[in-house]
């Protein structure tokens, strides 16, 4: 088990010396333990025809066996890649996690407002953010955006960030319980979480937030989540290697 940094956040970005206010464009993904290999899939799969043989392919050379990841993934048998583990730490801004957490096959224990105090950091896009949509629904085309408009979001967000940490700390000045002072913050601000899965509920998490023009469904989702879920799906494709790759050789769809 490794312990996240949990400083992490604090230290990337641009610090404004004058409101003590962090400003980053990205976001941060560890993996801080595991229960999961491609073995986990094999000993879960065969327990229908070995019964309690199938505990012999704990310590079984997955590789032998790829062919049988393949075949589930392909004819969609899913529960076999339910019988692992993974918890990851996630610092990202709010607005990530109320879309994260609409899948509910995660588990989620986020930091609480109401019992710290918030720390200033807040997301600005970067440059490589594309900022004008275009198009209708399901149909969107999300373009580069002018140097003005890149100017002009960097300046409006970073001046509503100090406006709104300001009323913040004055409400907690004045002895205002935390959990009312921070309604006046935005959902820019970074939180933390630890999110906890097994690999068919990240497969189902990775088929709907990373746009992949191989994928058998597209999807569409915003930037900011698909750079959590890319992160995820590195840490994950070293754990479970054969999975990974029967994922993305199957349409990268969760069977």
């Not at 979001?153 to 700390?169: H, K």
């Not at 309604?183 to 937030?209: D, E, H, I, Q």
Request: charged fraction near 25%; aromatic fraction near 10%.
């Amino acid at each position: 088990m490794t312990t996240p940094d949990l400083s992490r956040g604090l230290s990337v970005g641009t610090v404004e010396p004058e409101a003590e206010i962090t400003f980053r464009s990205d976001v941060d993904v560890e993996l801080v333990k595991a229960a999961a290999s491609d073995a986990d899939v094999l000993w879960a799969a065969r327990v229908s025809t070995k019964g309690e043989s199938s505990l012999e392919e704990i310590e079984a050379d997955p590789q032998r066996s790829k062919g049988l990841i393949n075949y589930l993934m392909r004819d969609r048998h899913g529960t076999p890649f339910e019988h692992s583990s993974m918890t990851f730490y996630v610092s990202a801004p709010i607005f990530v996690f109320r879309e994260f957490m609409r899948h509910r096959t995660f588990s989620y224990n986020e930091e609480s407002g109401r019992y710290r105090k918030l720390t200033p950091v807040f997301y600005v896009p970067g440059p490589d953010r594309k900022l004008v949509q275009e198009g209708k629904p399901g149909k969107y085309v999300f373009l580069d955006g002018t140097a003005e408009q890149h100017k002009l979001v960097t300046e409006a967000t970073r001046e509503s960030y100090r406006q709104s940490y300001r009323a913040y700390l004055e409400m907690l000045e004045a002895g205002v319980a935390r959990e009312v002072a921070r309604t006046v913050l935005p959902v820019g601000l970074y939180s933390s979480m630890y999110a906890t899965c097994n690999a068919r509920a990240l497969m189902n998490f990775l088929s709907l937030r990373v746009k992949r023009e191989d994928s058998t469904f597209p999807s569409f989702p915003q930037r900011e989540i698909e750079m959590v879920a890319e992160k995820m799906e590195a840490l994950w494709a070293e754990l479970m290697p054969l999975t990974h790759a029967a994922f993305e050789a199957n349409g990268r769809v969760c069977p």
